[in-house]
């Protein structure tokens, strides 16, 4: 008896398209790509890369934009000049 198993899982046809043709460029198919991934994982005891969220929802990014959306209601730092008179300054 063979002391491999079988995954299976469903990916998006276009990211798996994607990913074929990245791993085709470096010398792998997925098979081998996530092997390395699965012996890294236990390995390492952790994803071998950063998880990382879109930082526009970071809670800094979100502080900023409300400033900035309150300053903007208020008039503040808003650029009042026509895009003639910003190219003349850059000439300048």
């Not at 730092?77 to 000439?91: I, P």
């Amino acid at each position: 008896m063979s002391d491999t198993a079988t995954v299976t899982f469903r990916l998006d046809k276009n990211l798996k398209e994607q990913a074929d043709r990245t791993l085709d460029e470096i010398g792998m198919n997925m098979t081998t790509a996530l092997t390395v991934f699965i012996k890294t994982l236990v390995r390492q005891n952790r994803i071998p890369f950063d998880v990382i969220g879109d930082r526009f929802y970071d809670e800094s990014n979100q502080q900023w934009l409300r400033e900035s959306l309150t300053d903007a209601r208020a008039g503040r730092g808003l650029v009042t000049k026509s895009m003639d008179e910003l190219e003349a300054m850059a000439g300048d």
